[in-house]
């Protein structure tokens, strides 16, 4: 475990990694530092205005909202985000192209900057509502307390059962054609769904490539209108039963049916279903929507109050921009709502 707090100074990034004796390594590998590197490591705080369950984009951008809002913030991280496989990030103004790594690294030295920001590496394990608001438990040995909680907790996709599709989960086995389609424009490209999913995702995904297949691992459950429709658009259907996905360093190469046979492919589409990383929101009162994910307000405030959540376990909309967006809102909510209420 590991405790950090930032600094608000105004020296250059070079004059910064010197100090830190990082020159050497920092220009070696500048996007392989981890936020633990610029911080001066403080005394445990236990209390706090609010903590963020989740350092990812959604997370560090609600704790820069409240640190620039001078609020005492606490985020707690594992270290896991759920896009860690894939290569680029996409469709981020002025962050086109550049890798989760790096687009996480300069965030969290940014926030760092902001003096009542602080770190804590682990697992948040349970939450409890106190008498004067809650408590995080982290690790199963560390108790925070804070007057508002911010879940930025993410979700977890469930792989189906077929071998080689989590290695390339994010790599060429892809969720959003926003995200990731231009990249594969125009290739060979399937699409893992069966019956109204698969339909409508054909319907999106035929914009970025003519070459396209519908794969339903089984008896297809399409309806005779929606086959139609599908073959005017030379869309083809196979209902062979997969086996594995052939691939190398998790970019497919081919799928491979139970009966030996084999399509050769550059890009799986697919919707997977999924929980909830984090179970706290749920054990703590917080409403899910039908689809499962935490029902938030518009200012991401959750069903309980003082508890806000942002990103991926809110929406469907699973892009970074999104979910800096929302955590940006989070922050901004909370830190605002607090300090109505202590004038």
């Known amino acids: 475990m590991e405790f950090t707090k930032g600094r608000k100074n105004k020296v250059s990034r070079l004059d910064f990694i010197k100090l ?8 070696i590998f500048p996007n392989n530092l981890t936020y633990f590197t610029n911080h001066k490591k403080m005394n445990l705080d236990k209390k706090f205005d609010t903590i963020i369950v989740g350092g990812s984009y959604s997370g560090l951008a609600a704790a820069m909202s409240l640190g620039r809002a001078l609020k005492k913030v606490l985020i707690v991280d594992g270290g896991k985000p759920c896009n860690r496989q894939t290569p680029h990030s996409h469709n981020f103004l002025t962050q086109d192209g550049k890798t989760p790594t790096e687009i996480s690294t300069i965030a969290k030295q940014q926030v760092a900057m902001y003096d009542t920001v602080q770190f804590f590496k682990g697992q948040a394990l349970q939450g409890r509502k106190t008498e004067n608001g809650f408590e995080i438990e982290v690790n199963s040995v560390d108790i925070f307390s804070a007057n508002q909680l911010i879940f930025a907790t993410g979700i977890i996709d469930d792989m189906p059962a077929i071998k080689g599709f989590s290695e390339c989960w994010g790599i060429s086995v892809l969720h959003c054609p926003y995200c990731h389609g231009y990249e594969v424009r125009n290739q060979k490209t399937g699409i893992l769904a069966n019956g109204e999913n698969a ?3 054909a319907k999106l995904i035929a914009n970025w490539t003519k070459y396209l297949t519908i794969f339903t691992n089984g008896i297809a459950s399409l309806t005779g209108e929606q086959k139609s429709k599908l073959e005017k658009h ?5 209902e062979n039963e ?5 691939h190398q360093n998790g970019f497919v190469k081919n799928i491979v049916f139970k009966d030996g ?4 492919l550059k890009a799986i589409y697919s919707r997977n279903s999924f ?4 179970n706290i929101p749920a054990l703590l009162g917080c409403e899910l929507t039908n689809e ?3 029902k938030v307000d518009a200012f991401q405030e959750t069903t309980i109050e003082g508890i806000y959540a942002c990103g991926d376990n809110v929406t469907k909309l699973r892009t970074v921009a999104n979910a800096v967006a929302m955590g940006t809102n989070a922050g901004m909510s909370a830190s605002k709502k607090m300090i109505m209420q202590q004038f």
């Open 242 to 246: 997969i086996k594995s996905l052939n």
């Open 234 to 238: 030379q869309i083809n259907i196979i």
């Open 292 to 294: 499962g994910y935490i």
């Open 261 to 264: 046979t084999t399509h050769d």
């Open 275 to 278: 929980k909830q990383h984090s």
């Open 199 to 201: 339909y409508e995702l």
């Open 20 to 27: 830190n004796g990082l020159a050497v390594p920092a220009f």
